[in-house]
């Protein structure tokens, strides 16, 4: 018996400990303004196969949930992904722009960004299409997402400071995939400064791959 009890005890530590690092990797470098307009960037995965993979079709849902409906009419959403390795000559940004379209019935203004290979490149690449939102959110895994906040804060710091939070991280949604994700999260992140990604909790809640 306490053999069981102390397996479930680790286990529900185990997922609490995947929930809180996702939640503070989604919730830190951003800022709570809000009004004007709004761009959203999804940022893409390998993607193998002619149609989008399991990460892609969630990181799509997550950039659709992202829009809010007071600012859907002045969003834009940004599919960023170079080649998908499948010879078609298909790429990230095109998989998930269709599966947003002809599967999640998406109709609003979409934007590809179809050269990036790597995060930093993702960034590079869609800084043009930034330039005119008030406010941008970026969307992946809460850790990748994170990165990519890092790498926009080093190329453009005057974007970066336009980085609200996206909807992909929500508490309980996939609960038992987050402690790999949360392990992802901390290898993703290793190269990187701590004090570029790791804010006091005040900063986070109101202030701002190669």
């Not at 102390?6 to 939640?23: Q, R």
């Not at 079709?57 to 949930?65: P, T």
């Not at 895994?141 to 400071?161: G, I, T």
């Amino acid at each position: 018996m306490r053999r069981w009890t102390a397996l479930a005890i680790g286990g529900a530590a185990t997922l609490v400990w995947g929930e809180c690092l996702n939640w503070r990797w989604s919730r830190a470098l951003v800022g709570n303004s809000a009004g004007g307009s709004v761009a959203v960037v999804v940022l893409g995965y390998r993607n193998t196969q002619a149609t989008a993979n399991l990460v892609n079709r969630w990181r799509v849902r997550a950039g659709i949930r992202s829009i809010a409906a007071d600012d859907a009419r002045r969003t834009c959403v940004i599919f960023s992904g170079g080649a998908t390795g499948t010879g078609t000559g298909t790429t990230e940004a095109q998989v998930m722009a269709h599966y947003a379209k002809s599967v999640l019935g998406f109709d609003g203004t979409v934007l590809l960004e179809d050269q990036s290979t790597t995060t930093w490149e993702n960034i590079i690449n869609v800084i043009p299409l930034l330039e005119d939102a008030d406010r941008v959110k970026i969307v992946s895994q809460p850790a990748h997402a994170l990165k990519a906040r890092v790498y926009l804060r080093r190329q453009r710091p005057d974007l970066a400071q336009r980085l609200v939070p996206a909807d992909d991280y929500r508490p309980g949604e996939r609960i038992f995939v987050k402690p790999l994700l949360a392990l992802y999260g901390l290898w993703a992140l290793h190269g990187l400064r701590a004090d570029e990604h790791v804010v006091a909790p005040e900063e986070g809640a109101g202030g701002h791959r190669p």
